[in-house]
């Protein structure tokens, strides 16, 4: 069994077999997931997991260059909005909603948590590290 890092297995082959500005995305339990992209639902509960939770141990195994929100989370969920800038330091980037969903359909998965707020998703754009 793992010592550290992320137990979910799904999560921690995803998170080995990324290269450099491959993307995921963590989605609150409402994003549609487009057909195609790997679903790993570990959602149990509205709330549970949480996106905040969820984020924060996906970023100790990850490193990524950038990450990109929908805008709207700025006036929709402010809380949560503060809560993940203060765990990124790279780059954000903001696209309306509607373009967010869009670019969904790249990503190499797509982690579907309990969180039932309103914007709680980001996509991750790996990084390298050297």
């Known amino acids: 069994m793992k010592k550290q890092g992320i137990l ?3 999560i921690s082959k995803v998170l080995s077999e990324l290269g450099h500005t491959d993307t995921i995305v963590i ?9 195609g992209v790997k679903r790993i639902d570990i959602a149990l509960k509205p709330g549970m997991p949480g996106f ?3 984020l924060e141990t996906v970023l100790e195994d990850m490193k990524i260059e950038k990450a990109t929100l929908a805008r ?9 909005h503060q809560d993940i800038q203060s765990l990124i330091d790279q ?7 509607e373009q967010f969903k869009q670019l969904t359909r790249e990503a ?17 754009h790996a990084g ?3």
């Open 8 to 10: 979910n297995s799904h």
């Open 27 to 35: 989605a609150d339990c409402g994003l549609p997931i487009p057909q």
């Open 52 to 54: 905040l939770n969820t």
């Open 72 to 80: 709207e989370i700025q006036v929709h969920n402010p809380s949560l």
């Open 91 to 97: 780059e954000t980037e903001y696209v309306p909603h």
């Open 108 to 124: 190499k998965a797509i982690i579907r948590t309990g969180e039932a707020t309103p914007y709680a998703n980001i996509i991750l």
């Open 128 to 130: 390298v590290i050297f």
